[in-house]
């Protein structure tokens, strides 16, 4: 831990199959008029809408409808949740749904009082809030972001080929966050491998980079190490109540700025993959693993030390007799197998990404500097040709 | 992560060698009065209490002084320190130290508008505060206990020969904290290692318990594994920066609430090492030292599993050809080795116990039902024998 950084997350969570019992804790401390959000009407079919409307009704809540949040939401779609909050003149937001919902709801939540352009201020020039921001509250269903426990909001703006990530202060957390690993039960399976491996990335992403001997690297170990034990008995039972609950855990745990702390982070196979989303509406998660081989492949001459660690401490790699880089190399092979078997889509062609793609998600991938190696625009041309 | 739990900790940390400037955030958002708490003075030595004064000045506080916290703080001098907190109408108790420091500012912060007897109430009864509540802050000079972002706060009443840990929920947790690991330098080699072991039997205490596959385990291994080498840098140069922040900032993860989400605890340990400091007065961290390995002797049998993936993950243990209680011991046998080489107080005997201490021991040590095995009144004379 060697830079100066400062810590605090006051989003409370209530975890467990009793969870939702804590939006009669929450609800009462929020003004009337509550714009309820969430996305395609899965939970209108899973009875998780009915549940959460019964607790607002209970707390005489005045409630606001704002459903059909896409995955990567729009802004186009936020423009009209603005539109809604406003009317609505919402006192809270409450997200119910995944890292989608939940990214949305941030970005209503500090655009509703902004008399500038959201886009422009918060996507493009990367600005914080200076207006009245509105409470958010998850109820989450869909597990992978960390939305639910942290400042992030990613928004794809299709007119510009962009989908971009801000990450704000704590003051945009959610108040508070409803985690019953029951209600992701119903997720279909390609969802939830494709959450597991957004889990994975954020870990993996914030772990490849910096020398120092960090604490953060060693809780990164410990959530990986828990997640693929975990991941591989959901994928042979999705119904495994500890497995869907630890991995419920370690995706608020794998970004929720704690990993982080004190040391440098990557995150190029984000800025990848959301170049890949922008130009192909592909799921988050997926367009991450697509990715993820050619990058680390590409990344591991600069790092080899740390992917040599990554080997031996999370895959139990046995470095005896071997040199670093094989050991490293060995590492990677053996977490490939692993993405393959968990069924993750390993190359951005199976996504719908074409040739004639390339020059645009070039130009869409924003290039980020806290890696073993800053990408060139040669670097990422190449690295999105090994990927199809 | 089976049961259900809420958790919430909104103490925001400013760590880093340019920590203490997080008061000028911090300080404005209180009243005038400041009860300034400290223990023994080394703090008017090291020119940390110079600092911390400039600050409150300048932010014009009307500093008022408590200092004179003994380890082990009495209750006594919590009933001074109400005294005094009522006396300077304060609005705010800022700790400067260690644990001792910290707790103390939280059981005067909690008794100072309380009715009733604060002992009887909060430490016999161990209920929550239903009065107003002094906000606290600190300036964390000492390395161990957690209590810069917990509700923890210990008192020994020494008329009744007991040292109890009162656990308060998030309103009792300081607002803040400054943690610089630079501040540490200036610990007496005897209290650093003593403060490395309080963090290590912290992570022990809640990681022997349960047999669940729960994230908060792989947590507690990273922890675990980074403080090991941390402490191992820090005991031949305990002036490597990297080392001391890593102990600093692993202390606070191990106390704070995570690591024990989703699980059952045991904290026998630390049951019997207060038992042993009720009578001797002796350091919190040798105390708990002196009595481990008897009682992780003790324990074994009832959890060896755990034992032995605590050996394997934590102490890299081959397991390869043999039993798993083999591996178990092989565990706590290098634990208890690299405890030698630490130089901990291994026996209560050199912590000042007598034989003539023993009845009394056994009737102040608290017991605890979450671990492997709940002890009966002759395991814990068993194990305080062990001690010897």
Redesign the interface.
Known sequence: ???????????????????LE?LKEELPKYGKNVLLVYGGGSIKKNGIYDAVVALLKACRKEIFEDGGVMPNPSYAKVCEGIERARAAKADLILAVGGGSVCDYAKAVSVSVHCEEDAWEKYFIRFEEPSCEIIPVGCVLTMVGTGSEMNGGSVITNHAQKLKIGHVFGEEVFPKFSILN?EFTYTVPRYQMVSGIYDIMSHILEQYFSGT????SD??????L??LI??ADIAIENPLD???R??I???AT?ALNTLIA??KTTDWMVHMLGQAVAAHTDATHGMTLAAVTVPYYNFLLPYGTAKFARYAENVWGVDPAGKPQEEVAREGLRRMQAWMQKLGLVMNITDLGATREMLDGMVKSTLIMDGGYKVMDENDVRNVLLQSF
């Not at 831990?1 to 969870?19: H, R, S, V």
């Not at 120092?212 to 604490?215: G, I």
């Not at 060693?218 to 959530?223: D, F, K, N, T």
């Open positions: 831990m060697i830079g100066n950084f400062t810590y605090c997350n006051p989003t409370k969570l209530y975890f467990g199959k009793d969870a804590g690993p120092d001997d960090n604490t060693y809780l990164s170990e410990g959530l190490r828990s034990r975990s109540y500890e497995a609950s630890n419920m855990w370690t745990w702390k004190g």
